[in-house]
Structures are given as C-alpha cells and as structure tokens.
C-alpha cells in the first residue's frame, strides 16, 4: 500500500525516468565510443594487406623440430592443422601439429567436398582450401568481397585463417535464416553458394 501511494508520487516518477535516461544515454555512448574504435582500427590497416599464401614452415623430409602449430581446435574428433593435414584427435601431438605419421593423417583432403568447393566436413573444407592451387580462387574472393564480408576478410592474416573464416558456415549457407541450402556440403571455401536442394 505505501508503495503505490509512493509510486504516484511524480518526483519518484521523475527520479526513475531521470535514472533510466542517464542509463540509456551513457550506454549508447559506450557502444558509440567502441563502434568508433573499430572503425579507426579497421582503417588504420593498410589496404594494401597481403595474405602470406606459403605456410610458414614444410615438413618434407627436414629433420628440423617445428616449434608450433596452429589447428582447426573445435572439432570432436577431427583436426586440420595448418599444414593442410587431417588426422584423428589422438593423433595430435603436442605442439598443434597432426602426427604426419599416423595411419589417420592425411594432407590437402577434398574426400567430402564438392566441385563448386561446399564440404560435408568442417575439416575437410579446411585442408581442401589449403591446396597451394586454391590460392587464384581465394585471390579472386577477397578482390570481390563485399563490403560486409570485408571487415572480416581483412582481420585474416594469412592462408590458414583465411581458411578458417570461409569453411565457417555463414548466411551464404542458408535460406530463410533457418535451413541449410544443401545439409550435406554446409562448409564452403568456394565462391558460390552451396547448391540449394528441393525440400
């Protein structure tokens, strides 16, 4: 009862919307303050930025140690590492490389990818876009890249994470926001979209 009689009060009214206004104002100034951070950071980068398409390091037949390797991380029981190679979890050794070794391992694999570069493995497209020879075709993309795509194709730099950001499934893979264009080959490193199949 003496909350509602304190309620109508219009001061405590006045109190609450003047609270809630400073709330609404210093949050859309925060959020403006860090939208304009971003925009300086991703100007400051020099337009010129080229990918290093050659992995930092080869394997062959050197006898050198390699220190580290970067890998896909996410998958449950697949990797890609930089390198292009494929292999079982187990099979990664401790530095993030793939065990070259392993009966499991195996480099630059398209096995579950289609023509037009649409994969049914996240791994697979990952290694397959790896391929020294997919270089003209990932060129080509960033030169074409949309505006939207660019803020995030910029941040790449190099080969491997190129990689890493384009077998990501994005809004190109689906239609109606809610459904895959083709379930099967979801992860694309291609320029077009995956082909979308009849329901």
């Known amino acids: 009862?003496?909350?509602?009689?304190l309620l109508r009060k219009r001061w405590v009214l006045g109190v609450v919307f003047g609270l809630s206004l400073i709330y609404f104002l210093t949050s859309t100034l925060k959020q403006e303050e860090r939208t304009i951070r971003d925009r300086n950071l991703l100007e400051a980068r020099d337009p010129d930025h080229r990918i290093p398409w050659k992995v930092r390091f080869s394997l062959g037949n050197s006898s050198r140690q390699i220190t580290q390797c970067r890998n896909s991380i996410q998958g449950k029981t697949l990797l890609t590492d930089e390198?292009?190679?494929?292999?079982?979890?187990?099979d990664l050794l401790v530095n993030g490389c793939?065990?070259?070794?392993?009966?499991s391992s195996r480099q630059y694999i398209c096995k579950s990818c289609l023509a037009n570069g649409c994969c049914n493995i996240y791994e697979h497209c990952v290694s397959c876009?790896?391929?020294?020879d997919k270089q003209p075709?990932?060129?080509?993309?960033?030169?074409?890249?949309?505006d939207g795509f660019q803020n995030l194709f910029t941040a790449v730099e190099d080969h491997f994470e190129l990689c890493?950001?384009?077998?990501r499934t994005s809004s190109q893979s689906v239609q109606?926001?809610?459904?895959?264009?083709?379930?099967q080959a979801k992860y694309?490193?291609?320029?077009?979209?995956?082909?979308l199949l009849p329901i």
């Open 83 to 90: 390198l292009g190679y494929v292999c079982d979890r187990n």
């Open 129 to 132: 876009c790896l391929q020294p």
């Open 176 to 183: 109606h926001e809610n459904t895959y264009r083709n379930p």
């Open 188 to 195: 694309c490193y291609g320029e077009s979209p995956p082909e």
């Open 98 to 103: 793939c065990n070259v070794n392993a009966p």
């Open 164 to 167: 890493l950001a384009k077998c």
């Open 1 to 5: 009862m003496v909350l509602r009689r």
């Open 137 to 146: 075709l990932l060129e080509s993309f960033l030169n074409r890249a949309a």
